[in-house]
């Protein structure tokens, strides 16, 4: 993954809605079982009872996670580093191991006025499909989306 930094030029913003992708170290499947994905999803799910994130879509994939998202509140570094933080504390304790879980960093994408939220939303649902663990859009459990398909 790239630098922890945001992209040259890039800056994060309250208020942006933001396509992330971030990676487990070294690959590691550590969502192929589905205890560990709720662990991820309960994560998500406290950075936006924070008041730090609003949510549109995610996909839990064995080894990273797609989250699209609106920034509500600090930087987008910070969202990050709650999200990697509450999630690798809890699944290194279920895990009985220790150590980091994620790669540094993170992809971002903002996603500018004239793109629509909800075809970003189908790209990302659609990632398992693209990847072969299943056959159609909507097949996957470990997805959600504000819209239905």
Same mark, same amino acid.
């Given at each position: 993954?790239?630098?922890?930094?945001?992209?040259?030029?890039?800056?994060?913003?309250?208020?942006?809605?933001?396509?992330?992708?971030?990676?487990?170290?070294?690959?590691?499947?550590?969502?192929?079982?589905?205890?560990?994905?709720?662990?991820?999803?309960?994560?998500?799910?406290?950075?936006?009872?924070?008041?730090?994130?609003?949510?549109?879509?995610?996909?839990?994939?064995?080894?990273? *996670?797609?989250?699209?998202? %609106?920034? !509500? +509140?600090?930087?987008?570094?910070?969202?990050?580093?709650?999200?990697?933080? #509450? /999630?690798?504390?809890? *699944?290194?304790?279920?895990? %009985?191991? !220790? +150590?980091?879980?994620?790669?540094?960093?993170?992809?971002?994408?903002?996603? #500018? /006025?004239?793109?629509? *939220?909800?075809?970003?939303?189908?790209?990302?649902?659609?990632?398992?499909?693209?990847?072969?663990?299943?056959?159609?859009?909507?097949?996957?459990?470990?997805?959600?989306?504000?819209?239905?398909?």
């Amino acid at each position: 993954m790239a630098s922890p930094r945001l992209r040259y030029g890039r800056y994060s913003c309250t208020g942006n809605v933001y396509s992330l992708t971030t990676v487990t170290l070294d690959r590691e499947p550590f969502f192929a079982d589905a205890s560990n994905v709720a662990i991820l999803v309960e994560a998500l799910r406290f950075v936006e009872r924070k008041g730090v994130s609003h949510s549109f879509t995610w996909v839990v994939m064995p080894d990273h *996670l797609h989250w699209l998202m %609106e920034l !509500r +509140g600090g930087t987008l570094a910070e969202c990050m580093a709650l999200l990697k933080s #509450r /999630s690798s504390r809890l *699944l290194n304790r279920r895990l %009985e191991r !220790r +150590g980091s879980l994620w790669q540094h960093g993170y992809h971002d994408h903002a996603v #500018r /006025s004239d793109e629509s *939220l909800h075809e970003r939303a189908m790209y990302i649902l659609a990632n398992p499909v693209r990847a072969g663990l299943v056959s159609a859009l909507g097949e996957y459990p470990h997805a959600w989306c504000r819209w239905p398909l």
